[in-house]
Each structure stands twice: as C-alpha cells, then as structure tokens.
C-alpha cells in the first residue's frame, strides 16, 4: 500500500470511529438538542469529482451523484448569495440548510459534477485559484496522486456562471497567504478578484483562503479581504455557520476522499464537527507528526508530499 493510500485508510478509520463514538454515546444528539446544532448552515467543500484511482481529495461520480440527492432529499439547499442575505439579515433559512463550493477550479468539476448538479437543480460555488484557469498548468499535489488535474478554461467557467454556479477567488495561485509579505498577500487576493471579475463580467463577492486552517490566516488578510471588496471569505475550519459566524472566517465541512455513505451521513448530523481541533495550529503540530510517522513530509506550501 503506498504512503498515501495508508493515510487516506487510516484517516478514514479514525473518522468511522470517531463519528461512531461521539453519536451513539449520545454526545452529539445531546449537542444538537441543547445547542440548537441544526440551527445553522453546513457548507461543503469539495475539490475533484472523478473516477481515477489515487486521485486525491476526490470523490467518484456516482458517489456524488449520491450525495447531492441525498441533499436534495434531506436538506435545504441554498447559493452563497441566499447564505449571505441570511447572515445580513434577510430571510431566515430553515433547519438543516446546506450549501456546496468546490476549491481549485478543477475542469472536473465541468465534466463531472456540473451535469450532476445542473441535473439536481442545485446552486453551488467554484473558488478559482485564478492564475491557473485557462492554462495547462498542474498544481503541486501529494506523491502517490497519480493524477495531473487539468484545471478549468475560462469559456467553462462563462458557461456555468450563466447556469446558476457562482464564482468566487481562491487567491492567485494557491498561497498560503500567512507565509506571504504584505504585499504579496494583498496581490494574491486583489489581483485574483480582478482577474475573475475580468474573464466572467460579474463581481466575485467570495473569497476562499488558502488551505485555510487557523494557522493559514490572520486578522490581517481578513481585513485585505474586506478592503478588497469580498462580502464573505471562508475558512476549511470545521463546523456549522449560525447568525453569530464572522462573516470572514466562515467554517466549512471538507469532504475528503473516502468520505462515503455512513461516514458523509455522521458529517452531516454534526458527529466530526470537533474535526475543527485539527484546523487549529496545535492541530496542525498533530497533523505533521500522523504524517511524520507515515513517513510524509509536506513542502512549505503544505501540498507536496516527499518520502
């Protein structure tokens, strides 16, 4: 088994156990009665949607074919606009809303997820990572991931936004904005939003950061954020946004290779919202050992996995 399928396998262990742990012990049930844990939004992230084996953060077609009709089915599902006129003080959405971006801006997410969602009828969010689309670059990626995703065109992009995907900046090219001189930051998240705007001939109101863990961004680049005219930027924070939630560090589930049937079904009811730990710079220290004792080290951007 290669070092990558060993920490995706082991990964999902600890989520099945976990998940499994903290619901039928009762914990979670409790949390969501006395806490109101429905009474939020749960926003997703994904990445890829394909088929290729050792494809990382990607889920297969039929899964998310699953998945999205498993939304539709149980949950109310709204665009990041309705999301954002609730926090401002719009309507109220109902218990058990839910909503779907994707970062990077994978072509994938045209072949794939798109016919799926346009086929649901479900609203859903790209973050491009801007300097990317429309060229062939590849973004670094773990070693083991055998597939180089090419990322979206800007005619792909155009098409979609004219059928009820919303774009938004994932940065310029995929920086780690905390590692960035000032300068270099603000480039990173103004130049993006002027590229998007640029190719789409529409605003990107929503800024996605970065890998975006607490250790990821600062109470500086949420004001850069808000200087360059975002509405909202979201965090890969674990957890459920309700009216209390900074509208620049909103939390979001990722959903992660293997994350499948029971697994999605315990993310969604709010059994791995304490997955948060791990987007914390202590959680972070944690991380790199588990990746440490695998064997793994990351590059200082925390994409490239080296033996």
């Known amino acids: 088994m290669s070092r990558l399928r060993a920490k995706i396998f082991l990964e999902q262990t600890i989520k099945y156990t976990l998940s499994s742990l903290l619901f039928y012990s009762g914990v979670i049930p409790l949390k969501n009665l006395f806490f109101h844990g429905e009474e939020g939004v749960r926003i997703l992230t994904y990445h890829k949607v394909n088929n290729l084996k050792n494809s990382l953060n990607s889920i297969p077609s039929k899964e998310f074919r699953k998945q999205i009709e498993y939304l539709r089915t149980n949950y109310n599902i709204v665009s990041l606009d309705d999301f954002h006129e609730s926090m401002t003080g719009g309507k109220k959405l109902p218990k058990k809303t839910v909503a779907i971006t994707f970062d990077d801006g994978y072509r994938d997410n045209y072949t794939n997820a798109y016919p799926i969602l346009e086929e649901c009828r479900v609203p859903a969010a790209i973050f491009l990572t801007a300097d990317y689309i429309g060229t062939n670059k590849v973004m670094p990626t773990y070693e083991g991931d055998e597939t180089k995703s090419p990322f979206l065109s800007w005619q792909e992009v155009r098409e979609m936004g004219n059928h009820g995907i919303t774009f938004g900046s994932h940065s310029l090219t995929h920086s780690i904005l905390i590692k960035r001189s000032p300068e270099q930051a603000k480039r990173e998240i103004f130049e ?52 209390r939630a900074d509208p620049f560090e909103l939390r979001r589930i990722a959903i ?46 925390g994409l490239v996995i080296e033996g």
């Open 192 to 243: 993006s939003k002027r590229i998007i705007e640029r190719e789409t001939g529409k605003p990107a109101k929503f800024f996605s950061y970065p890998r975006g863990t607490k250790a990821d961004f600062d109470r500086r680049m949420k004001d850069m954020v808000r200087e360059a005219g975002y509405v909202a930027a979201f965090s890969a924070i674990s957890g459920i946004n309700d009216c």
């Open 256 to 301: 992660e290779t293997g994350d499948k049937g029971y697994i999605f079904m315990k993310k969604m009811q709010g059994a791995l919202d304490v997955l948060f730990l791990r987007d914390t710079r202590k959680g972070q220290m944690l991380k790199d050992c588990f990746n440490s004792l695998l064997g793994i080290r990351l590059n200082k951007e």
